[in-house]
């Protein structure tokens, strides 16, 4: 049984920054792409970006390009999100996901974490 935890959310001021973790637990990820989304109320789920099980390869949301940097230590199965330049509109729920080949239904999914941005 696979588990991932997320840390680092919390609350933050429009232009700050915050560095979410994703620990996984259970069995090595490391033929796994992580990857982190958000659901803020009233939306959807949205892909925010994607890391390949090597490192190399990575995917960004136009809503947060620029801004997000997804990182992954693969030997320690974890994955992290910084998140630079904050908005208020980036205030959700973010959640770390992992999947084999198939980001439209991840094979393991984290409980989230709240980050909320104050204008």
Known sequence: QVQ???SGGGSVQAGGSLRLSCVASGRT???YAMGWFRQAPGKERELLAGIGWTGGT????????????ISR??????????????????TAIYY????????????????????TVSS
């Open 4 to 6: 991932l935890v997320e």
């Open 29 to 31: 990820l490391l033929d």
């Open 58 to 69: 990575t995917y960004y949301s136009d809503s947060v390009k620029g801004r997000f940097t």
């Open 73 to 90: 230590h693969s030997a320690a199965n974890t994955c992290y999100l910084q998140m630079d330049s904050l908005k208020f509109e980036d």
């Open 96 to 115: 770390c996901a992992a999947t084999e080949n198939n980001w439209g239904r991840p094979d393991y999914w984290g409980q989230g974490t709240q980050v």
